[in-house]
T-cell receptor, first 114, second 106 residues
C-alpha cells in the first residue's frame, strides 16, 4: 500500500516561530509537492521538487522554503510563522511526467499560528 | 498560467441519481488530469488518473473523460449513494480546481 506520511496531524505555533513540516513517502517517487488548502481558495501549490536538492516555486512561495536532502523526505519550512499561514498543509508525491504520474497525498497537517 | 475551474461548486441529489461533475482548464499542454475525493478534514484520495493520450478511465461506478482540445474533463458517477458524499477535486498537471461539494441524500 502506497504511503505518504506527514509528521503531524495538528500543530499550534506562535507568531515568529520557525516551523518545520515533514513529509515522507515510501514509493521511491521523484516528484514531491507541498500545497496549502484554504476555504474558498482550494489547493494552492507552494513548492515542488523533482529530484533530491532540486526545487521549484509554485504559485505562493512567499514566506516558505523547502528542503529535500533525501529522495523520500520533503520538508516545508515557515521561516517566521504568521497568522495568515494558518491553514491545512498537504504533501503529495508522484513519478515524473511522462510516466504513470498518479499523485498520492498525505493526511494533511492543520497548522494554527497564534 | 494554468487555471482550473469546477462547476458546480455544490450539488445535492437524491440517492440513486446519475450525476456529472465538470472540470475545465485553460492550458491544454498537460501530461495528465486526475480526479480526487476529499472527506471533511482529511487528505485527498485518488479516484482516477487520465493520461494525456487517453480519452477516459473507469473504476467501478466512476467514469472520467478528458478532452484536451476543449480543455474539459467530466467525472460521471452512476447510481449515487450517501457514501459518495464528499468534495471532488480535479487537478490538471498538479494545479487544482476549488472542487465540487457533493451531498447524496438517503
Amino acid at each position: 500500500d502506497v504511503k505518504v506520511t506527514q509528521s503531524s496531524r495538528y500543530l499550534v505555533k506562535r507568531t515568529g516561530e520557525k516551523v518545520f513540516l515533514e513529509c515522507v513517502q515510501d514509493m521511491d517517487h521523484e516528484n514531491m509537492f507541498w500545497y496549502r488548502q484554504d476555504p474558498g481558495l482550494g489547493l494552492r501549490l507552494i513548492y515542488f521538487s523533482y529530484d533530491v536538492k532540486m526545487k521549484e516555486k509554485g504559485d505562493i512561495p512567499e514566506g516558505y522554503s523547502v528542503s529535500r536532502e533525501k529522495k523520500e523526505r520533503f520538508s516545508l519550512i515557515l521561516e517566521s510563522a504568521s497568522t495568515n499561514q494558518t491553514s491545512m498543509y498537504l504533501c503529495a508525491s508522484s513519478t515524473p511526467d511522462g510516466g504513470d504520474t498518479e499523485a498520492f497525498f498525505g493526511q494533511g497537517t492543520r497548522l494554527t499560528v497564534v | 498560467k494554468q487555471e482550473v475551474t469546477q462547476i458546480p461548486a455544490a450539488l445535492s441529489v437524491p440517492e440513486g441519481e446519475n450525476l456529472v461533475l465538470n472540470c475545465s482548464f485553460t492550458d491544454s499542454a498537460i501530461y495528465n488530469l486526475q480526479w480526487f475525493r476529499q472527506d471533511p478534514g482529511k487528505g485527498l484520495t485518488s479516484l482516477l488518473l487520465i493520461q494525456s493520450s487517453q480519452r477516459e478511465q473507469t473504476s467501478g461506478r466512476l467514469n472520467a473523460s478528458l478532452d484536451k482540445s476543449s480543455g474539459r474533463s467530466t467525472l460521471y458517477i452512476a447510481a449515487s449513494q450517501p457514501g459518495d458524499s464528499a468534495t471532488y477535486l480535479c487537478a490538471a498537471q498538479y494545479i487544482f480546481g476549488t472542487g465540487t461539494r457533493l451531498k447524496v441524500l438517503a
